[in-house]
């Protein structure tokens, strides 16, 4: 057993940190390695498009053919502006994360989950809607 330096308490060893100071379910290794392919996504999808490049894409085309949905098709342009968005907030994500400012990160992380949100249920893209 290991102590915490802030409370004095044991914990595992195999944990980083006392279980009362960790940040909560966001501070796992899977979400990050998740952000990352979200990051990677967006990356893709600004540079070149939706291509087979993107795993995203191949998801939703995979989804699509299931259901017999045809896409809504909207700008090219507007969407690599709102991939790029979501390429700029990802990144401050990043950086507050293994930054100074660890607890500023659920801004931004907000942001991302209601803008999804409203593309998603609501089919407003706010990025497009910012082009």
């Not at 004095?8 to 195999?14: C, F």
């Amino acid at each position: 057993m290991k102590t915490c330096e802030e409370c004095h308490e044991g914990y595992k060893p195999s944990c980083d940190l006392c279980p009362k100071h960790k940040g909560g379910p966001w501070d796992t290794p899977y979400v990050w390695y998740m952000q990352l392919v979200i990051w990677y996504d967006f990356f893709i999808r600004t540079c070149f498009g939706m291509t087979v490049l993107s795993p995203f894409a191949i998801i939703a085309n995979f989804f699509l053919k299931i259901f017999g949905v045809h896409p809504e098709m909207a700008p090219s342009s507007a969407k690599r502006f709102s991939f790029f968005l979501g390429i700029v907030l990802n990144t401050v994500l990043f950086a507050l994360h293994f930054g100074i400012h660890h607890d500023l990160r659920k801004g931004p992380l907000l942001v991302l989950i209601v803008f999804s949100a409203l593309e998603s249920v609501g089919g407003f893209c706010v990025g497009c809607w910012f082009f």
